[in-house]
């Protein structure tokens, strides 16, 4: 592989750094600043070596340490300054001789105040690695946490991209290549929550009740916390687990910071052009405007999304960020306002066979078939601004107030461009060939705004009473998505001159999609902490009440341009509108997938936490989640549960136990029962006309309940260092899993529904992680291996072995892995950071090994994702005390992203494997392949 010149340049820069940057060694003050208690390095400190007024300073490095050097001879004063540490105490030094070297070791006292007394004063950085070291440490339940400073240096702009860095997390990409959701051991999104702050925050998505974590950007947080184990005082529904995006917080002093950046992807490079379009005018469709029973005609829409495209050469991505923050009056006003912005050009190239609806018995049983041979374009736009500020007010040294509000938006503009395999057509001789010309222009807005306000209030010496009053709204609007697609047969002469156009097709569908969910939540948790045969006590109880409205609409207008030939002309298409032709009133399907929903969820919990032995902490309790959710469709009265109503209530015990083998390392073993409840669009009764199977909603549903079990070694040495060791299990009891259900006679009858597998399912693996740094260098790796098993009911095509071969279709019992569930993750990076060098730079790289990626009806045709690995490189280079230059590079090794079929691709026809090209494992076959190419990022960030 070439890279590109401007690695080539990076490189030199940072070898010819290294190279001047040898200290020579002469008289010197060295030594380490550690925690007076804990003993832990407090990297970030300055210390400041003093003589004559004159002051030269260094930060501390991560292993605390920090030195001198070319020191001349003389009396010096030392003193330390580390915030929310007392710094008064200052050392006299005297260097007397030469290559004389002076140890000084520090250890600094704590002078921040407790919390729970609702003070305000000093703290230590919250967003260093130290400070998310602590965290997981002293946490009641199993964590892990990625650091604001972690996440600042990391190759990822988005939430969803540095998810992937965190042990046992996998994403799932978009088809640009970002990430999108995250899979946390090996439980696929439907099985994980996303809490702001620890609230939780509703979904935009128009069928599911997961966020898509890409709309997020990364530099917003001051850490984020993906929690694998719950208590009784969190939401019970995350079965693989929750991510918590704790935001900056008000400071305690004044901080302002900015950066800017620009960048490219390597794809739109070499002769392939970003394909940009304008999006439509018509915000909303006739229905909405005119009424549902008006009859649209062709007028009423507009084709600027294919008439007014545009090719850009090389488009140029942009981020930029600010932050400001600072504390007024007498320290008891704290305020802080952070935005972000961002524009990526990003793509993919991808090939892909398209799967008959009904495979072949030939020469196998379910023998796969295809329809169509792909190629694709990708182009995606996406624009993402976050804004959110966080108020808080110190009433007294015993009430406390916050507000925060948080706003996050995108646009993603994606244009995809499809043509056959025209010369490659799967079904074409040589003097007729097929082919196929797709356009999809698709613009898809998506908003989440969240305010909560927050009390924390002391009553009396042994109480404590927080609350928390929510309002969220979560939207996705698909405003006129616009698809033209073509198929003609074109005859061919003996030089391969097109010399007729026959049987050609032309359609163009206008589709508007429209979600809303409207939350308002009150949560309220009273502490009692007394002191039982000389021992505290924490009692907890408390709970949440939350009602939710959501509202969808979704249309399709369906335009046929008859036999006319296509000349890239749209007006010269005689269009006429096929569905629907009078209205939404005349089509039931499309009034059954417009529905109004109303949940009211309340749940209570109790919750005791105590050391009946010094070095044991036990915390336990039980919480009862109460679903109450009610639905209506748009569909006529005689449509049978086109309204219905759903209620159950969930009893979730809990027990964690908490074991201090020595002051660093614990052994944790933990219990909880959780629950995931069915993704709203999946209970509607709607139907959806698919490309090779009708889909519909199941009211039937019943939700998802599991068993939980953890146990987990943890070492923290000190500092970034840490080595966990970890294993869990869970027992799944109806997943929910999408069957091929017949719904009257013939082939034309089945349809993809959602349904409860009642067998069961399983879920267990290891987790190990280990960081450790060696000076100046560090090294983090961690590793992940999964199993999960599920059996459901396929249907096997296959002929018997009468003389008359007669065919069949019968359903049998498949095993095989939950869907998204990879064996084998990992992640591996190696650190440079250098404080004196004012140099950080990472070398990234992500495995997920083969994994699941769509479940087919039919047995052994599921499509599994090859292993996938990605190398990424980043860096920041400080050029003043308060200025300095980054640089993100992703994929440089340009990894693809494939998907096979485990069946032997040489029983394929020789059409299909010469589209297929080479295929790299014997017994299996290639059917989709996206490339992504390099993405590159440099820019400049500014900190007071």
């Known amino acids: ?50 003589q004559n007024g004159e002051s030269r300073a260094n930060a501390v490095g991560l292993n605390g340490a920090y030195a001198f050097k070319s020191v001349k001879t003389g009396v010096y ?31 600094l006292l704590d002078a921040s105040q407790q919390i729970a007394e609702v003070k305000v004063s000093a703290q230590a950085n919250k967003e260093t690695d130290h400070a998310a070291r602590n965290i997981e440490r002293n946490a009641p339940v199993v964590l892990n946490v990625l650091s604001a400073n972690t996440i600042q240096l990391l190759p990822d702009v988005t939430v969803a991209n540095a998810l992937q860095r965190v042990s046992g997390v996998t994403i799932q990409r978009s088809a640009a290549g970002e990430g999108r959701y995250a899979i946390i051991r090996g439980m696929d999104q439907r099985y994980n929550s996303t809490l702001v702050n620890g609230i939780k925050i509703p979904s935009p998505d128009p069928d599911y009740r997961f966020v898509p974590m890409d709309i997020f950007p990364s530099e917003m947080l001051e850490r984020l916390e993906v929690i694998k184990a719950l208590t ?22 004044f901080i ?16 392939r052009l970003f394909n940009a379009f304008n999006s439509s005018p018509n915000s909303q469709s006739p229905a909405i405007v005119h009424g549902n029973s008006f009859a649209a005609t062709p007028a009423d829409f507009n084709n600027s999304a294919f008439t007014k495209q545009h090719s850009l050469n090389n488009p140029m991505s942009s981020t930029g960020g600010l932050t400001i923050g600072d504390r007024f009056l007498n320290n008891k006003l704290g305020v802080i306002v952070s935005a972000s912005y961002q524009n990526v050009y990003r793509g993919s190239n991808s090939k892909q066979l398209t799967p008959n609806a009904q495979p072949s018995p030939d020469p196998l049983p379910n023998s796969p078939l295809f329809s169509d041979a792909y190629d694709r374009t990708y182009s995606t736009q996406t624009q993402r601004l976050g804004i959110h500020n966080k108020i808080d007010y110190v009433i007294n040294s015993k009430n406390k107030l916050s507000l925060y509000n948080l706003y996050i938006h995108q646009n993603e503009f ?13 079904n074409s001789t040589a003097l007729n060939k097929q082919i196929t010309i797709g356009n999809r222009s698709t613009l898809t807005r998506q908003t989440i705004y969240n305010s909560t306000l927050h009390g ?14 929510v309002y969220s709204v979560a939207s996705r609007h698909m405003p006129d998505r616009t698809e033209f697609l073509y198929d003609a047969n074109k005859s061919l002469n003996a030089a391969g001159v097109v010399t007729s156009e026959t049987d050609n097709n032309t359609e163009l569908i206008h589709h508007w999609q ?12 009273l502490i009692y902490k007394p002191v039982i045969a000389g021992h505290e006590v924490e009692f907890s109880t408390g709970g949440l009440y939350r009602h939710k409205t959501r509202d969808a609409d979704y249309i399709d207008y369906h335009l046929k341009g008859g036999q006319a030939l296509y000349n890239n002309n749209f007006n010269t298409l005689p269009f006429v509108i096929t569905l629907p032709a009078g209205g939404l009133g005349s089509n039931n399907d499309l009034l059954e997938n417009n529905y109004h929903i109303t949940e009211n969820d309340n749940s209570e919990y109790v919750q005791v936490k105590f050391n009946p032995w010094p070095k044991l902490q036990v915390l336990g309790g039980v919480r009862v989640e109460n679903t109450d959710m009610t639905y209506a469709t748009q569909s006529p009265s005689t449509v049978t549960q086109r309204s219905g109503n759903i209620k159950y209530t969930d009893v979730l015990p809990s027990i964690h136990l908490k074991y201090e083998l020595t002051d660093n390392q614990s052994l944790r073993a933990s219990y909880f029962s959780s629950i995931s409840r069915p993704g709203f669009g999946e209970i509607i009764p709607y139907k959806i006309s698919g490309e090779y199977f009708d889909q519909e909603g199941n009211p039937d549903l019943k939700h998802i309940t599991a068993d939980n079990y953890d146990l987990r070694y943890e070492f923290f040495p000190g500092g970034a260092d840490q080595f966990l060791l970890g294993t869990f299990y869970k027992k799944i009891y109806n997943p929910i899993e999408y069957f091929v259900v017949r719904e009257g006679a013939g082939p034309s009858a089945q349809v993809i529904k959602p349904q409860n597998d009642l067998s069961n399912a399983t879920n267990y693996g290891i987790e190990a992680l280990a960081s450790k740094f060696f000076g100046i260098i560090g090294f983090s790796v961690n590793y992940t291996y999964t199993h999960s098993r599920i059996t459901t009911s396929k249907l096997l095509y296959y002929k018997d072995n009468t003389p008359e071969q007669k065919l069949h279709q019968d359903p049998v019992n498949e095993t095989r892995p939950l869907q998204g569930q990879a064996d084998n993750v990992g992640n591996a990076s190696i650190l440079f950071k250098s404080p004196e060098l004012g140099l950080d730079m990472q070398v990234a790289f ?22 996938y690995n990605q190398l990424d490189f980043s860096f920041e280079k400080s050029i003043s005390k308060k200025l300095s230059f980054y640089g993100k590079v992703n994929n440089i090794t340009n990894a693809a992203s494939k998907i096979y079929l485990k069946f032997p691709h040489d029983k394929l026809t020789a059409k299909q494997q010469e589209f297929l090209g080479s295929q790299d494992i014997a017994a299996q076959t290639l059917v989709q392949s996206d490339y992504y190419k390099t993405f590159l990022l440099g820019g400049f960030r500014y900190k007071f």
Request: net charge negative; aromatic share 12%.
């Open 77 to 107: 004063r030392l003193q330390v300054l580390y915030v929310g540490y007392n710094s008064s105490q200052i050392y006299e030094v005297a260097i007397t001789a030469a290559d004389e070297t002076k140890i000084i070791n520090v250890r």
């Open 846 to 867: 992500v495995y997920t090994g083969e994994r699941l990626a769509q479940v087919s009806p039919y047995y052994n045709l599921d499509f599994y994702q090859h292993a």
């Open 256 to 271: 302002l910071s900015a950066n800017i950046s620009g960048g490219f992807s390597t794809l739109f490079s070499n002769g």
């Open 1 to 50: 592989m070439k890279y590109p010149y401007f690695l080539h340049r990076l490189l030199l820069f940072f070898a010819l750094s290294l190279l001047f940057s040898i200290p020579d060694f002469a008289q010197t003050i060295r030594g380490k600043v550690t925690d007076y208690k804990t003993g832990e390095p407090l990297v970030g400190a300055t210390v400041h070596l003093i």
């Open 414 to 426: 994606e244009s995809r461009l499809t043509a056959d395999t025209l010369g490659l057509g799967l």
């Open 514 to 525: 429209n979600n809303r969910d409207h939350d308002v939540s009150g949560y309220a948790n």
């Open 456 to 469: 924390d209030h002391i009553l009396g010496d042994k109480f404590i009473f927080n609350w928390d009053g």
């Open 232 to 253: 009784p005082n969190m939401e019970g529904d995350a079965i693989g687990g929750a991510m918590n995006l704790v935001m900056k917080s008000a400071p305690s002093h």
